[in-house]
């Protein structure tokens, strides 16, 4: 059974058309549901937990990438399938995009094809990432277990860890970034920044470190924040790790993976 | 107006990049390829290819399949197959591999060793031969009757 959430943004006058396609559609296909609408009086633990008791199997999120990322700690620990249906630009959509599944009304045929997937979630201090979490710190020190550490020379530096491929601005994965979240291990890229009046004048780019990592604690002189999917934050210190096959997932034929 | 989604799946190789701006400490140990262009300090182990950059240090033994040396070892070197010296490479240690290259210009202070074992030559087994026979007379006895 099908319980669909609907994230607030969706509810406006904008996405009338595109709401009234998508459930004409799933009716048509035979896969309609009760509804749950995110407004400021409800949140997706709750509406999760409401679609759970009513017997609902699979939890279906109309939104963007925002929407995934704050259900995400609602969806992880339950044994629920989470498909989506994309609502909005492309480029709010890259978690979308990357599982293979189109914006708005061709995702309900990806969803009544249920091809599902296992896919890795990263976590940093019991908070689920899907996407992505990064962060920009000056004398960081990267622990991997008791076997060795990573201590960045330069001093400010960006520290990206990747779960999913990442789009570069042609909606393709960029070759070198090539993240599965299938393998049950992270990407984690540190990059240094430089003053942008010295690179004009030095042709070089900086050269980013790539470290695929299982578990790692994140140092620094400070408390500093870490963000998670381009929206929650979470502070410094870090254990970050990957949790392998956590999500089951609807994913689409044109998936990146 | 029909934009054909590709279908791009990503193949992936697990490859760590050390890069210049980093600072690795302790007993680093990869599954892939490893690039090194920063600093090593300790021990570093991969089962496939190891390239370190002509700007990298490393004060570490190293193990790997295959190397191509392009800046500074400091510690003992041993690769499986191929170990490749370019130009600018500077080694200071014992390297143990198969298959040698060595450019001009590249720096090697230490032993070098290619097989395992160093190969008798003819005297040297003769010899060998002869110690025995004075050991155990009847077994040079029975090699010299004719097989019945």
New interface residues.
Partial sequence: MYYYIYDSFVGKKKYERTRAQIETRLTDLGISGRIGRLTILTNFKELVKNGMNKGAKTIVLVGNDETVSRALNSLADQKVTLGIIPIGDLSDNKIARILGI?PTKPACDILANRIIKKIDLGRINRNYFLCSAQLTANNLTIE?GK????????SN?QINIYNL?LLAENQ??IKNL???PL?G?LEAV?T?RFNPIVRLFKKTR???????IKKITIHNDKKTSILLDGCKIVDTPAIVEVVPQKLKVIVG????? | MFQK????????E????????????????G??NVIV???VN?SLKTNQNLKVGKDARISANVWAANANISGEVRGNIKIKDNLDLTSTARIYGDIETKILIVAPGAILHGKCAMVKEVPETPEEKEKKEKTKQKKDPKESVKKMLPKI
């Fill in positions: 189109p991997c076997k060795f550490s990573i201590n960045a020379l330069k530096n491929p393709l994965p090539a993240s599965t393998d291990i540190i240094p900086p050269q980013q470190s790539l470290f695929p034929k044109e998936r990146m993976f | 989604q590709e279908h791009v799946e990503v193949k992936k697990i490859e760590t990049v050390i890069g210049p701006s980093v600072r690795v400490e302790g007993n680093f140990r599954d892939g262009e920063g600093v300790g």
